[in-house]
């Protein structure tokens, strides 16, 4: 088709063509209804070089000269076309994700803290550890945005209910807790710049930190009193730990490779943000249809946020990371990058197949992944998650927390830590 602006070609910019993300293949979908109330996204053809105001290729009709395709569970090309930025109309002013909710984020650390607090000295000190106030605070920031635009959608004040705010601490200390038995699991001995609890406490003590940090969790879930948002934040922890379990085992058939790291990425990563959207989207309003929507921009972004975090362990130093860069690789994981670059370099399979363990492997795949396009490749792939993230939470009424929600994947897109 030539190259025209959509409007020129009569598309109805009340429907939106959006890629579907079902397991792992992306394929064209059908028509998805907008409601009527949502300002239509308005797009502009550019052929400049990709930027923070540019989220994806030639939109969600041509965005590739073939649609991305993961048929049969196996990592394909995908190729890039030529730029547009998408203008948000809205009556409120845009503003930067983090400033527009910072008065409900400001002492949640601290709100946490008040919630772990015990008698034993050196419990709090190790609970209270990584709740300094220095993270990105990235989970709670797109819960409180999710909360107070589907607030507005169900025409309501867009205030942020005290149970929605609880999910947001909720959410980071199911999180933290994570990182606790992660690093355990791992042996790591940085995280965030710093040294891990079981660095500094010992393994036993990491473990129980980490136990009481999500015991502490559910019983914050359980005050909030619905059975239903109990529900879908216990598949958080479930998800978590077959997430785990699936990073602990390998895929000798390399067309299920691909599936299994994409299913891995949603568990431990994605399952949290989906489900916690979810849950906020649940106190407010009744329609299935507004909770599937939390969902699956949480699912998106969440999936596109965990593909950034394994190209940065490419492309990032130590320093920005907060932690050993290659670390996914000395840890024996074939990430995105490992897995597209691995079509250019069948060397990399032996490689894959015995998590890097012999001498010289780890050198020699992260000069395999630099070669390749597996970087460039990974990058495709979070920006079609991205689209869909937009495609979804477009669905919902005007707000400056909606925009906002809509303009994070660019932070996510373009981030370097």
């Not at 601490?169 to 690093?183: K, Q, W």
């Not at 993230?389 to 400056?400: D, E, G, M, T, V």
Request: one cysteine or more.
């Amino acid at each position: 088709m030539a190259q025209k602006d959509f409007t020129s070609r009569g598309f109805n910019w009340q429907k939106i063509y959006h890629f579907l993300l079902v397991d792992t293949e992306v394929t064209i979908s059908a028509v998805l209804g907008v409601r009527a109330e949502t300002p239509p996204l308005k797009v502009h053809r550019r052929n400049a070089p990709q930027d923070a105001q540019v989220l994806l290729r030639q939109g969600a009709v041509h965005g590739f000269r073939k649609p991305i395709s993961l048929t049969r569970h196996r990592c394909k090309y995908l190729y890039s076309s030529p730029r547009v930025s998408y203008s948000i109309h809205s009556d409120a002013k845009l503003k930067d994700p983090f400033s527009l909710v910072q008065k409900d984020l400001n002492n949640i650390c601290e709100d946490i803290k008040k919630q772990l607090l015990v008698s034993k000295a050196e419990l709090k000190s190790l609970c209270d550890y990584y709740f300094d106030g220095k993270g990105k605070a990235f989970r709670p920031m797109i819960v409180i945005l999710m909360a107070r635009a589907c607030n507005v959608h169900s025409n309501k004040e867009g205030v942020l209910l005290p149970a929605q705010r609880s999910i947001a601490m909720i959410s980071e200390m199911i999180h933290t807790a994570s990182l606790v038995h992660d690093d355990v699991i791992d042996d790591s001995d940085t995280r965030r710049g710093k040294n891990t609890i079981n660095k500094v406490w010992g393994e036993r003590k990491a473990i129980l930190a980490g136990d009481f940090i999500l015991s502490t969790a559910s019983m914050a879930l359980a005050r909030i009193g619905n059975t239903t948002v109990v529900s879908v934040l216990s598949q958080v922890i479930e998800d978590l730990v077959r997430g785990e379990f699936m990073q602990l085992g390998s895929k000798e058939n390399e067309n299920e490779r691909f599936k299994h790291y994409l299913e891995k990425t949603f568990k431990k990563t994605a399952s949290l943000i989906a489900n916690s959207c979810k849950a906020v989207s649940i106190l407010v309003n009744s329609d299935p249809e507004v909770h599937e929507i939390a969902y699956q921009y949480g699912r998106n972004v969440g999936i596109a946020f965990q593909l950034v975090d394994d190209i940065l362990d490419f492309t990032s130093s130590a320093k920005c990371l907060g932690k050993p860069s290659a670390a996914d690789l000395k840890l024996g994981l074939a990430t995105g990058p490992v897995l597209f670059a691995c079509q250019q370099f069948p060397e990399l399979h032996a490689m894959i197949m015995r998590r890097f363990s012999s001498a010289g492997d780890v050198d020699k795949a992260w000069q395999y992944v630099l070669k390749s396009d597996g970087v460039k490749q990974t990058n495709y792939l979070a920006q079609s998650y991205c689209q869909e993230a937009i495609c979804q939470i477009s669905r919902l009424r005007a707000s400056a927390e909606r925009d906002a929600l809509i303009h994070l994947t660019e932070h996510i897109l373009f981030r370097d830590k």
